[in-house]
């Protein structure tokens, strides 16, 4: 067994660092690195523009799909696929030529990065979306801006603006939220607002990552893909409502069947008994708890 069909087996776990070395064609990975210390990766708009150039660069000469970045002052955030496994090669040619650029440049020696990048597999749908949402509310947690939209280096803007001619392919993201380009940055939107009150996200430890996107996946859960597989619960519900006032067994296990699929997709009680028009009590009658 390979490790895809061991990924798709859920024999390993969705989101994994890379000193698991869980590299393989297709997957994808949220890649960061940063400064050493208190230095700076960046230090005038030449400096982001020549790292955004070289990365595009880099994503044509390995095949890579880049689905989204953030650059901040001392680190940065990629989320990628590749193609081939190459995963080390294409990294260590992107930080490398940035790293020789930065020192001639600034006419300096040493790291310009500390040491190997961190890498994280996705190997889920909403972890792949949290993981964006994360990159994209990095320059906000960090304190660097007052509005999330507001941020310069990052890819935001293709994800709630105008669709441009570029390199990064922003398009598969917003296509889990809805077909429709427009509905999708709708929705991709009102995920960057709920996240953005998630407590952390500001530092780069793996632990404090990993907290703040299992917290980002909860919502994201909500909306990836409802125009697919939330026809039929909506209708589920609308039909509940209908015949509410009845108290047939049917209902019962109707109410039940709706409350175990709200949940498991990430919403609160208190969401679940307004969505269902049912009682607090009720709620927990139902899934077999009493209301305390």
């Known amino acids: 067994m390979d490790m895809g069909e061991k990924i798709e087996g859920k024999k390993v776990k969705r989101y994994l660092t890379i000193n698991k070395r869980i590299i393989f064609e297709g997957g994808i ?10 230095e700076l990766l960046f230090l005038e708009e030449a400096d ?23 650059l ?10 590749i193609k081939e496994k190459n995963l080390s090669q294409a990294m260590k040619n992107l930080f490398e030529k940035y790293a020789d650029y930065f020192n001639k440049k600034y006419q300096r020696k040493g790291h310009v990065f500390c040491g190997r990048y961190r890498a994280s597999l996705c190997n889920d749908e909403s972890y792949f979306l949290a993981a964006s949402i994360y990159i994209h509310l990095n320059p906000y947690k960090a304190g660097l ?3 999330f939209k ?18 990064i392919n922003f398009g598969e993201i917003l296509f889990l939220l809805s077909s429709q380009i427009d509905k999708a ?17 500001t530092l780069l430890d793996s632990s404090s990552v990993k907290m703040f996107i299992k917290e980002a996946v909860r919502t994201v859960k909500r909306f990836v893909g409802k125009d697919k597989k939330w026809e039929d619960l909506n209708k589920s519900i ?10 047939g067994m049917k209902d019962k296990n109707t109410r039940k069947y709706l409350i175990e699929q709200l949940l498991a997709n990430g919403y609160s009680i208190r969401e679940i008994t307004q ?12 899934i077999g708890f009493k209301d305390k």
């Open 185 to 201: 940055r709708k929705e991709y939107l009102r995920i960057l607002e709920e996240s953005a009150g998630i407590k952390g996200g």
């Open 29 to 38: 990975y949220h890649i960061t690195q940063r400064a050493p210390g208190k």
């Open 275 to 286: 969505t269902l028009f049912i009682s607090r009590s009720s709620f927990y009658r139902t």
């Open 48 to 70: 982001y523009l020549h790292f955004l150039g070289t990365l595009k660069e880099k994503v044509k000469k390995f095949n890579l799909d880049l689905f989204c970045f953030s």
């Open 238 to 247: 609308e039909d509940f409502k209908l015949r509410k006032k009845t108290i």
């Open 72 to 81: 901040l002052p001392n680190h940065l955030h990629l989320l990628l696929r």
């Open 150 to 167: 507001s941020y310069r280096w990052d890819s935001l803007g293709l994800y709630i603006g105008i669709s441009k001619n570029t390199f």
């Open 145 to 147: 801006c007052k509005d």
